[in-house]
């Protein structure tokens, strides 16, 4: 049985929000039908962690960390702030959530629908996408630990586990 160590010093990451940080504070967040997004730089240890709520601003200003068209671009803004650089090369995603919290079809797919937003994204972005835990019925736990760049992730009922 695999024994996962957590980073004892982390930053919470609230509905809508993204934070930034270095080695060896790491990020956490409790997701539902939210996409967690982490963003990370192995060779500086700097990551970031968007906790988004909807996929698609429709141009609001107002709140950008609750969109994936405006909290992935705002999030990458601050990172490239700290490494000291603008480029993206080197920076590397890993996400989860996405579950389906309601039993709805369509427009009430916010699961679905930030997941296909999320990737649109990271895509434009030339971001690739190293691991993901998406969907399901149950929300989830979620914690990066920039020191190894490793991510973890804890169901209700069931036990920690990494995405690899």
Known sequence: MNEFKLPTDCISVGIGQWKVTRAPTGLRAIL?????VVI???AQKIAGMA???LPDSRGSKDHPGRYADTAIPAMISELSRIRGSVARNGLVAKIAGGAKMFDTQGVMAIGDANHRAV???LESLRIPIL???IGGETGR??????TTGRFFVKRPGGKLYEVQ
Do not use: R
Request: aromatic share 8%.
């Open 119 to 121: 990737l649109g994204q």
């Open 51 to 53: 906790h988004i709520l």
């Open 40 to 42: 990370y730089d192995s």
């Open 131 to 133: 691991t993901e835990d």
């Open 141 to 146: 736990n979620v914690t990066f630990d920039t």
């Open 32 to 36: 539902g039908s939210c996409l967690g």
